[in-house]
């Protein structure tokens, strides 16, 4: 009799607490109530790891994207949030950190199931990485104010003037699939903090952390109607909050492209907007570095969650004489970020967040290869029992003209290029519509900030890739987006500046 033995892309079974959740009925969070849609429309949820339907959401109508929007109209215009002493908004927000770090586990198991990314990152980036978003935005909250200025062309003592900063009003928050859940309370943390009420859709691909969030901020009492999450598919739900009269601001994390299109749709009645949208990163490699440093250090910059990142570093260029050297350090990190289904605990790279991005991928990998490119590394996708997994690919012999050079992928390829000279790399990283993140390996201190001078992007790193802190700015150049999230410019995108002049 044979034995069959599990294959090692076949996904583990769910924990009891997380077989609960997903056999909820779809609904909608609006004014602290699970409620239904209008309609019976609903969006399959797959688990990537295996390419199975797990469970539905609601695909929101317009008419229930109007009723959640007239509930955070009521929730603003009343002053409950607004009007509540900083320190009471402060210690809410810090609740329900308190209440997502008490559940960590959880939501850092049904991330994994709904993205496809390995619990153990889950539970070291993204949980993690959502506590401190609201945690450090929390403290914002009694430290907003305005100022006292003398005017420039009045007589001394004739009026008193000065400024005040007030929440902007109603968000509509729009956040990816990439990081589900670190992406929401990225964009609730400093609403929250400033005043705002607001409307958040996840991703329709993902969106099980932000209706298990809902439970969480039911529990950390913030008043009904601040916090509303809705689902549904982007071009539907998300456009009618864009267009939304009753909207004061839009938020977006996701591709140039929607983003374009989102901030088109806003300018009807000069909505606020912020836009953290695609890059095509570079990581420039200089000739005295520590490859063995060096080389897992750049697979990391484009292997970390299967690529999926906006800062990812999809293009590579590397000094000559350690071009070979550096190629075979990410060759033998292969084993490592070989794909493993999301809930083995000794994944470090998991599956493709859906067939749709599986297929894009792919698509790309051989539109490289048909241009001329090589492989160097993966180039194809392992057998599986249904799962999106990608091998993580390194292409070489490539372009600026190939689409695999100047598009953003967003799975676990690379493009390898050599170079000669600083002003040579510093033009080719440039050479692109992105300017959102870019890496620097260097022990020479002084080629680090002239490097960093030339490069157009909003973050350049030294010697690391993606480090993000809650407490720097995040956002970039050219079309990689419009202001800046985290920091003190992360909650200025909510705030509106009124001066007041009195004539004494």
Known sequence: ??????????????????????????????????????????????????????????????????????????????????????????????????????????????????????????????????????????????????????????????????????????????????????????????????????????????????????????????????????????????????????????????????????????????KRVTLELGGKSPVVVMPDVDVAEAAPGAAGAIFFNAGQVCVAGSRLYAHRSVFDQLLEGIAATAPFWAPRPSLDPEAHMGAIVSKEQHDKVLGYIEAGKRDGASVVMGGDAPSSNGGYFVNPTVLVNVNPQMSVVREEIFGPVVVAQRFDDLDEVAKAANDTCFGLGAGIWTKDVSTMHKLAAKIKSGTVWGNCHAVIDTALPFGGYKESGLGREQGRAGIEAYLETKTVIIKM
């Not at 980036?125 to 006292?148: C, H, Y």
């Not at 009420?197 to 099980?208: F, M």
């Open 1 to 270: 009799m044979n034995v069959m033995t599990p294959s090692m892309l076949d996904q583990r079974a769910y924990s009891d607490a997380a077989k609960q959740f997903l056999s909820r009925a779809p609904r909608l969070f609006i004014n602290n109530e699970f409620v239904s849609s209008s309609h019976d429309a609903t969006i399959a949820v797959e688990d990537p790891s295996s390419g199975r339907e797990i469970a539905r959401i609601v695909d929101a109508s317009d008419a229930d994207v109007n009723r959640a929007v007239a509930a955070a109209r009521r929730a603003f215009d009343d002053g409950r949030w607004s009007g509540l002493p900083p320190m009471v908004r402060d210690r809410t927000i810090n609740r329900l950190a308190d209440l997502l770090e008490a559940h960590a586990d959880e939501f850092a198991e049904l991330e994994a199931i709904d993205n496809g990314k390995p619990k153990g990152m889950a539970a070291a980036v993204d949980i993690p990485g959502a506590v401190s978003q609201l945690r450090f935005m929390a403290g914002w909250s009694a430290k907003v104010a305005g100022e006292t200025t003398q005017p420039y062309t009045i007589p001394n003592g004739t009026v008193f003037s000065y400024t005040v900063k007030e929440p902007v009003g109603v968000c509509a928050q729009i956040v990816p699939w990439n990081f589900p859940l670190l992406m929401a309370c990225l964009k609730i943390a400093p609403a929250l903090a400033a005043g705002c009420t607001l409307v958040l859709k996840p991703a329709e691909q993902t969106s099980l952390t932000a209706l298990r969030l809902a439970d969480l901020i039911v529990e950390a009492g913030f008043p009904a109607g601040v916090i509303n999450i809705i689902t549904g598919n982007g071009h539907t739900a998300g456009d009618r909050m864009v267009k939304h009269p009753d909207v004061d601001k839009v938020a977006f994390t996701g591709s140039t492209e929607i983003g374009k299109l989102i901030n088109r749709n806003a300018t009807a009645t000069l």
